[in-house]
């Protein structure tokens, strides 16, 4: 009769555990997808190189939007699949192609195994792919991207070695370097690599305000998030930012906001539709609302204004820039992004809530934050 309580207590506490334990089961879950996936990464150093090398490639093409995530990898190659295999063809074999580069000039591993030196050839692949005059599937294409993407590691490792000093990322100038100077090498005229020819503007666009489509502009969002993998498609877009958001629903949401103001800005200055729709004054100002909306910068409300403006800020870059370049046959790429988000990390304030992040400690948003907020409790406990 004694025990019988006892028992009593033990049924009770097991039946109010146990749905409390299922609850917690679905995060627990999604806490092994999402972020950057560090036990997967703990669990998989020990596992075959082959394993390795591929979650390698699949974190560099994701790293184009800062995601440091192998399944948000595998994503993006179905969005580019949908928007075009010759692409995602091109796209993949310049971040092997890199990435392996990397490991023969030896460098550091853990930056190889977080894709940091993949994805600036999975541009490279991509854009030149998309400025190649001879249309898909032109095979000897291959051995140019190859080339190029051989050098990505070089530029990286050099601008690496300049930017430390200030603690900055180098971010997609490699791409830049290596995209323009293929480009102007070959130009439109090349017998066997001729590139899309690019003419400044020349006459007045014909704006017509009532043409103005809502149903277009609300599908640029998308596309200015797909163009920074150079895709026109709202379907790839809509894939990409649900892979942003598989790794982080911070970035994913300053990747619309980013894109969004890209838009806004273009209307300000009665950019024609056509370019607004297909998505070009959108990718850069969303590269840049990520990179200072808790990515770079520990998120506040503070940095979170800073991201608006650095985004807007960037788009008016990226239209001046795409002029400036069209005199020479040049896209803009992504240089309105870099020189944007450069000047802004370089900005020195005394508010602490305008905080920049170490490159070293820098993951992704959520868990920058948390870094950020215990290195504040860390100097209000101990301010000297």
Not at 160 to 187: E, H, Q, R
């Amino acid at each position: 009769m004694e025990d019988s309580p006892s028992i009593v207590k033990v049924d009770r506490g097991e039946n109010q555990i146990s749905p409390c334990r299922g609850r917690r089961c679905l995060p627990k879950a999604l806490g092994y997808i999402t972020g950057d996936m560090k036990e997967y990464t703990n669990w998989i150093k020990d596992k075959p190189q082959v394993l390795q090398f591929i979650d390698w490639v699949l974190r560099g093409i994701s790293q184009v939007v800062f995601v440091n995530n192998p399944i948000s990898g595998i994503l993006i190659l179905v969005g580019l699949l949908i928007q075009s295999p010759w692409l995602a063809l091109n796209g993949y074999v310049a971040t092997v192609v890199s990435t392996m580069t990397a490991l023969l000039l030896s460098q550091d591993r853990s930056a190889i195994a977080a894709g940091l030196h993949g994805y600036n050839a999975t541009l490279v692949g991509i854009l030149m792919a998309v400025f190649s005059q001879k249309g898909d599937y032109f095979w000897w294409l291959l051995f140019p991207v190859s080339l190029m993407s051989m050098t990505c590691p070089l530029f990286t490792s050099a601008l690496n070695s300049i930017f430390c000093k200030w603690d900055l990322p180098v971010f997609t100038l490699p791409f830049n370097m290596v995209l323009s100077m293929y480009l102007s090498a070959t130009g439109c005229y090349s017998p066997f690599f001729p590139s899309k020819v690019i003419k400044p503007v020349s006459s007045v666009p014909n704006v017509t305000w009532p043409d103005l489509s809502g149903l277009q502009l609300l599908k640029s969002l998308p596309v200015g998030v797909g163009q920074i993998y150079g895709c026109y498609s709202p379907w790839t877009g809509g894939i990409f930012l649900c892979a942003i958001l598989l790794s982080s629903p911070i970035m994913c949401l300053h990747a619309a906001i980013g894109s969004l103001l890209g838009m806004i800005a273009a209307l300000s200055i009665s950019v024609p539709f056509e370019d607004i729709y297909f998505g070009l004054w959108g990718f850069n100002s969303s590269l840049a609302c990520i990179a200072i909306g808790g990515m770079f910068m520990a998120l506040t409300w503070q940095t979170h204004l800073l991201a608006l403006t650095c985004a807007l800020l960037t788009a008016y870059l990226g239209g001046s820039m795409a002029h400036l370049m069209a005199v020479v046959g040049l896209p803009a790429c992504t240089w309105p992004f870099c020189l944007a988000t450069l000047l802004f990390l370089l900005v020195t304030t005394q508010n602490p809530n305008i905080y920049r992040m170490p490159l070293s400690k820098v993951t992704y948003p959520e868990e920058n934050r948390i870094f950020y907020l215990q290195a504040r409790k860390r100097m209000v406990e101990s301010p000297l």
